[in-house]
């Protein structure tokens, strides 16, 4: 019996100097599940290299003899145009002048030449926007051409363009356009000639003609 008082006592003891310690009270956590411990992480596998594209075919810069067929017969419907007698035959060839570059055009859009020609056989039916329209799609394509910067010249010159024109001759001179009977006598660009600038791009590529 006394044994056991004993115990109790130092039971009571022991729990008042808990108690005396005033532990700071620490929010209630479930306890945590021991971390399995990780696996390091595989290395990336290495990219699969990119299949090397295939090398593009430069574009041919000739056209097919089949597109030249079109050109040609096309340039053959303009002349007889030109010399014709009656409205009729020249309102026809025009058209069909057209269909020919036309057909070379959809085989070929990259036919410079093709779109230049068409846009004269329109500038002769006075469709001047549509010649504006591929002039400047044949001078996207190839604008180091002469004939086709002083077609362009021709075409702002018949709308009135009075400084597109001069700038498009100016540009066909300085890439070598040497046909000074068209600058002496070409109807399309008797307004350039009007102007003052006219007289002076000449000079500037010391190009001289009389009238």
């Known amino acids: 019996m006394r044994n ?3 115990v109790a ?3 009571v003891l022991v729990s008042a100097g808990l108690m005396g310690m005033g532990c700071d009270k620490l929010p209630w956590n479930k306890p945590q599940q021991k971390a399995e411990p990780q696996q390091p992480a595989p290395p990336p596998a290495p990219e699969k290299p990119a299949a090397p594209a295939e090398a593009a075919k430069p574009a ?3 056209p097919s003899q089949e597109v030249k067929a079109h050109l040609k017969q096309g340039m053959s419907y303009v002349s007889i145009a030109k010399n014709a ?5 020249f309102n026809e060839n025009l058209d069909n ?5 036309s057909n070379a055009i959809n085989k070929d859009p990259n036919y410079a030449e093709a779109y230049s020609n068409r846009a004269v056989a329109y500038m002769l039916q006075k469709k001047n926007n549509k010649a504006l ?5 044949a001078k996207e394509i190839k604008p ?3 004939t086709i910067r002083y077609n362009l010249a021709s075409v702002h010159s018949l709308m009135g363009n009075i400084d597109y024109g001069l700038d498009e001759l100016d540009a066909a001179l300085s890439k070598g356009f040497n046909d000074y009977d068209s600058l002496r006598k070409d109807p399309d660009i008797n307004n350039l000639r009007k102007s003052k600038e006219f007289q002076k791009i000449l000079e500037k590529h010391k190009v001289f003609i009389t009238k």
């Open 133 to 137: 329209d591929d002039l400047k799609k």
């Open 144 to 146: 180091d051409s002469a």
């Open 60 to 62: 041919s810069d000739e």
């Open 85 to 89: 007698t009656s409205k009729s035959v």
């Open 4 to 6: 056991w008082i004993v």
């Open 97 to 101: 002048a057209i269909a020919e570059f």
């Open 9 to 11: 006592t130092i039971a």
